[in-house]
């Protein structure tokens, strides 16, 4: 019940009690989702709770939904992310002006950043070679003998529904476990 209630509180800038209204289709459906949750808890035969800690759930919940909703306000405040005003119209905002040096110089300094991340052509030849402590290796094999195709990569020698390739891995021959992120 408690998930259905954070949708208010994900929504609403402020306090959940302070911010504007949710549409009524919105609070609807939620509402009705927790009316059709806690019935189905008390009546239906593999389940049934009881009334009672049907009204302690909700009680919990709600409780929940509250200490949840304060906490993202400090965590918004810690952070630095405070909500700022609400915007009630729909005018839209003008775009600030640029001089066509300006545009120039950001796109050149858009391009520099670009090129510094470019991976050099010998960090992108590599092989990478899979080892593995399965014991099911067949199983998850591309047609080869050991897993991924006797350790390679993306190599296709006669997949059934691939196309043979005559492509030989060259290059540096890199290992990893199947668990290691490197």
Partial sequence: MVTELMIF?????????????????LAGSVLLT???????????????????????IIL???ASFLVV??????FRKMIGEEPGDVI???????PTTRTETQKTVEKGERYR??????????DRNHV???????????????GGETM??????????????????????TGTRRTKQVSSPY
């Fill in 9 to 25: 509180s994900v929504r609403a800038p402020r306090f959940v009690l302070l911010s504007p209204p949710p549409s009524m289709y």
């Fill in 34 to 56: 927790l009316i059709l949750g806690g019935l189905l808890a008390g009546l239906l035969q593999m389940w049934t709770v009881p009334g009672g800690d049907i009204g302690w």
């Fill in 60 to 62: 919990f919940n709600v």
């Fill in 69 to 74: 909703d304060l906490m993202k306000l400090q």
């Fill in 88 to 94: 009630l119209s729909d005018d839209l905002l003008t």
């Fill in 113 to 122: 950043t670009h090129r510094e991340s470019i991976v050099s052509i010998a």
């Fill in 128 to 142: 990478v070679e899979v080892k593995s402590k399965s014991s099911l290796p067949a199983f998850f094999s591309l």
């Fill in 148 to 169: 991924m195709d006797n350790g390679y990569v993306n190599v296709r020698k006669g997949v059934a529904g691939l196309a043979a390739s005559s492509v030989v891995p």
